[in-house]
């Protein structure tokens, strides 16, 4: 079994000037167009049985629509595969009632996003969320570490994730980009060994431009970005598996933005047994959905 923990897709009205507007701010290009059509393919080809998407509200007033758009997603999950988390902006005051619907509709999880929400992941209002998730068994899925459309925008690095580890204890928190995109040493240094996941998205792919499909972002073409560097060593991500645990990493691709087949293939040449890698492909993220 394969679940990808960690996707993306769009409304087909927005797809295309929404794919358009993220890759030029990141100056990435999208694999695939990014419709909930083009995922079920995707996944077809590369043999993939499930797909977490994630969504992110990233103005309160959205909320609604993308939750409703959650809950008749998973309608479909028998034929499609896609199991849909919800979305929550920290501006939401009505997060009690907003996740207490997620629930009762049996979403899962909720995605949280706090570069693209402009704030800080310890920050009060992310801590109430979490709680209350919690409370009601809700997987919480936030973006970690940097964010590479907005360099240098330090909203959700392990300084600001540890303090909510150690004052609320989440036993459901996954942290997207193998613990924070593009700060593996704090990383290894203070986020492996948690008792949090890890998903695997956006972190050992290589970063090609739209400009070319065969070139790789350089450190110039990166310069304003914190730190050198843009991807995960394999030998660095193998400190983190082995510090952190295997039973705590999930395969994620972030699709559209990376292959999946692609994201499978490198995962493969990471060293893990068989053992290992059928943990990261499939069974711990179906432990964690309790499929």
Same mark, same amino acid.
């Given at each position: 079994?394969?679940?990808? !923990? ?21 100056? &990435? ?52 595969? &896609?199991?849909? !988390? ?9 997060? *009690? ?30 801590? *109430? ?61 203070? &986020? ?40 995960? =060593?394999? =030998? ?56």
């Amino acid at each position: 079994m394969i679940i990808d !923990f960690h996707t993306h897709t769009f409304p087909e009205k927005i797809v295309q000037s929404t794919i358009a507007k993220l890759s030029a701010s990141a100056d &990435i290009k999208n694999y695939i167009a990014g419709t909930l059509a083009d995922l079920c393919s995707s996944m077809q080809n590369h043999g993939i049985d499930y797909s977490v998407l994630l969504p992110v509200v990233t103005n309160p007033a959205h909320e609604k629509k993308i939750n409703r758009l959650t809950i008749e997603t998973n309608e479909h999950f028998s034929e499609s595969g &896609i199991i849909s !988390f919800g979305g929550i902006h920290p501006d939401n005051e009505d997060y *009690k009632n907003i996740l207490k619907d997620l629930s009762k509709n049996g979403i899962k999880g909720i995605k949280l996003h706090p570069v693209f929400q402009k704030t800080y992941f310890n920050d009060i209002r992310y801590k *109430k969320i979490i709680d209350y998730a919690m409370e009601l068994d809700l997987i919480v899925v936030t973006h970690a570490g940097y964010d590479i459309s907005y360099p240098g925008a330090d909203f959700v690095t392990p300084s600001h994730i540890l303090p909510i580890i150690k004052e609320l204890h989440p036993k459901k928190l996954v942290l997207a980009h193998m613990g924070g995109w593009n700060c593996w040493d704090e990383v290894l240094d203070q &986020i492996a060994g948690c008792d949090v996941y890890l998903d695997t998205s956006f972190s050992m792919t290589p970063l090609r431009s739209p400009k070319s499909k065969a070139a790789t972002l350089s450190k110039s073409d990166s310069a304003d970005i914190k730190t050198s560097r843009l991807q995960l =060593g394999i =030998g660095e991500f193998q400190k983190i598996v082995k510090k952190h645990g295997i039973d705590r990493i999930l395969f994620g691709s972030d699709s559209p933005w990376a292959d999946q087949g692609e994201c499978i293939r490198i995962l493969k040449n990471t060293g893990l047994s068989d053992l290992e890698l059928s943990k990261i492909l499939g069974e711990n993220a179906g432990q964690l959905l309790n499929l």
